[in-house]
């Protein structure tokens, strides 16, 4: 999830989306793993319906957040799908939006 920064327009304002201003929402999403990914197993779950996932958290991040500067600690090996997930795309924009405004860890989740 991370990439090359994205200017968006925003109630008639240009704002930059960038990963480095953003508290891995998109890492609370739920990861489903391909059988190519090769994430360490401890990382890893099911789910109820027997899909292999990335494990999340009690606040649910994705459990390879760096809980301290909110990035992937398995850059290099993380699943297929966090490939895909470009910063500043439609699903980025998404889940910027319906998270705005919400806590984490009793912190306001930074949001520009
Ligand atoms: S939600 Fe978007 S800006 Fe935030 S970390 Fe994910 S890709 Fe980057
Ligand atoms: S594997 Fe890395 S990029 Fe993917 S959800 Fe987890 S922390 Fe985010």
Same mark, same amino acid.
């Given at each position: 999830? &991370? !990439?090359?920064? @994205? =200017?968006?327009? %925003? #109630? $008639?304002?240009? =704002? #930059?989306?960038?990963?480095?201003r953003c508290d891995a929402i998109c890492c609370r999403l739920?990861?489903?793993? *391909?059988?190519?990914?090769?994430?360490? $197993? @401890?990382?890893?779950? %099911?789910?109820? =319906?027997?899909?292999?996932?990335?494990?999340? *958290?009690? *606040? $649910?991040?994705?459990?390879?957040?760096?809980?301290? =500067? /909110?990035?992937?600690?398995? +850059? !290099?090996?993380?699943?297929?799908?966090? %490939? &895909?997930?470009? /910063? !500043? $795309?439609?699903y980025c924009r998404e889940i910027r939006a319906t998270h @705005?405004?919400q806590l984490r860890r009793g912190i306001p989740l930074t949001? +520009?």
């Open positions: 999830m &991370k !990439g090359v920064p @994205h =200017r968006e327009d %925003r #109630e $008639g304002m240009e =704002r #930059e989306v960038s990963c480095a739920t990861v489903v793993l *391909d059988p190519e990914d090769q994430v360490p $197993g @401890h990382l890893t779950t %099911r789910t109820e =319906r027997g899909l292999a996932v990335m494990a999340r *958290d009690e *606040d $649910g991040w994705c459990v390879a957040v760096d809980p301290l =500067r /909110m990035c992937c600690t398995i +850059y !290099g090996q993380r699943p297929a799908v966090c %490939r &895909k997930f470009s /910063m !500043g $795309g439609p @705005h405004g949001m +520009y």
